[in-house]
């Protein structure tokens, strides 16, 4: 798929076929996240990836919207330094979105489809994936190949139009 078909063909899946990933398509989607641009490069992210269903069940439970996390072939949790600082805050926000979005266009790029989810439940989170106690886990990118149809360039797309959206010059 061209990249920006890719682009276009993205849309949030909340049901997956049960159908797992290919560890080279997998590894594919995580180095798009690895490679995603950061703030200084500074790369302040881990990638903690869960296949294992019982283990998918249970960290489903991290997030009340999180049922979509059950029945996916692999969710990867997005693992950060723990920081009160509101300005490195906004920075590794920014990159995780950045990270976040490369590897769900390249999930797209590979058929499977893509959808994410926030963690409420953090010392759930914590014990379940184990990372370290100076480390949090804010969002997860759930992946599995779509149940309903596959993806495909969206033609007619919920989108604001273009011209509402864009402003060349000045608003």
Not at 94 to 100: E, M, P, S, V
Request: with cysteine.
């Amino acid at each position: 798929m061209e990249s920006f078909d890719a682009i276009l063909s993205r849309r949030s899946v909340r049901q997956y076929a049960d159908k797992p990933i290919g560890r080279e398509d997998l590894e594919r989607i995580l180095e798009a996240g690895r490679r995603a641009p950061s703030s200084v490069n500074e790369q302040r992210w881990d990638f903690v990836v869960v296949t294992e269903r019982d283990r998918l069940k249970q960290l489903a439970k991290v997030w009340r919207g999180g049922q979509h996390v059950a029945s996916s072939a692999a969710t990867i949790a997005l693992v950060t330094p723990h920081t009160n600082d509101p300005d490195i805050k906004e920075s590794i926000g920014f990159d995780l979105g950045q990270a976040a979005m490369s590897m769900m266009i390249a999930a797209a790029d590979l058929g499977i489809g893509s959808g994410h989810s926030a963690v409420r439940d953090k010392d759930l989170c914590r014990r379940l994936l184990k990372y370290p106690h100076d480390r949090t886990c804010d969002y997860l990118v759930v992946l599995g190949y779509p149940a309903d149809r596959p993806l495909r360039p969206i033609r007619h797309h919920k989108r604001r139009p273009f011209d509402d959206v864009v402003h060349f010059g000045r608003w």
